[in-house]
């Protein structure tokens, strides 16, 4: 089955700076790839997504970059600020309504 | 629309007791998902609903676990008898039917203790 893993585990950088999480995937046949923010007390609220064919996407201060080849996709978050503080996961999904693996998780403080 | 919604947000039972955890998705998705998160691990997924029928159970951890979705709208989870490592937060999502795009929507969860 399909293992997602996911670095660093907690994260700090001081407001304004950009922070950059990065996962990885096995299963060649995933195609989808969100990307969800917890808050404390909240459930995982998608973010971004990415699809297998595109290699970048750009939201705001956001963006996701998918290199298939590598198995590698990254979340980019630039002019952090404090709201942003919260737990990141990526994810990968092998296409249609199939379950969504997880990674980890982030935990990212911005420090004001 | 509404979201997602979990109840309860929190329990607390004792070894060997049962638990049902209810699940009420957006209306009109017809796609239900179970997802566990044990302490500080990542979100794993149970089960998986499309309408009444279960689509994919290959999650759940033992047949201590029961999942229904009677009628196609609303879900439980039972557990019976809770175990100490079934402890965690239980999430559940839903998405639209047949669009090609599944973007799950997640409930806020329901914390599970078990001592």
């Known amino acids: 089955g399909e293992n997602v893993e996911q670095h660093p585990s907690t994260l700090s950088v001081q407001e304004g700076d950009s922070a950059v999480i990065k996962c990885t995937y096995s299963d060649s046949a995933s195609n989808y790839f969100p990307w969800y923010k917890q808050e404390l007390g909240k459930g995982p609220q998608l973010i971004i997504d990415?699809?297998?064919?595109?290699g970048e996407k750009k939201d705001q201060r956001i963006a996701v970059t998918l290199n298939k080849t590598a198995k590698h996709f990254s979340l980019h978050i630039t002019e952090t600020q404090p709201e942003d503080s919260a737990v990141y996961f990526c994810?990968?999904?092998?296409?249609?309504?199939?379950?969504?693996?997880f990674g980890t998780g982030t935990k990212l403080q911005v420090i004001p | 629309e509404a979201g997602v919604t979990q109840f309860p947000s929190h329990s607390v039972i004792e070894k060997g007791q049962t638990v049902t955890l209810r699940c009420d998705p957006i209306s009109g998705h017809d796609n239900l998902y179970w997802y566990r998160r044990v302490m500080g691990k990542e979100i794993k997924f149970l089960l998986h609903?499309?309408?009444?029928?279960?689509?994919?159970e290959s999650g759940m951890p033992n047949n201590r676990f029961l999942a229904e979705r009677t009628g196609g709208t609303y879900s439980t989870l039972k557990v019976q008898p809770a175990e100490l490592e079934d402890s965690g937060v239980y999430f559940c999502a839903s998405s639209r039917p047949g669009t090609g795009v599944n973007e799950q929507y997640f409930g806020p969860g329901t914390r599970l203790t078990v001592t």
């Open positions: 990415i699809r297998s064919n595109v």
């Open positions: 609903f499309v309408k009444e029928s279960k689509q994919d």
């Open positions: 994810a990968a999904q092998a296409g249609g309504y199939q379950k969504v693996t």
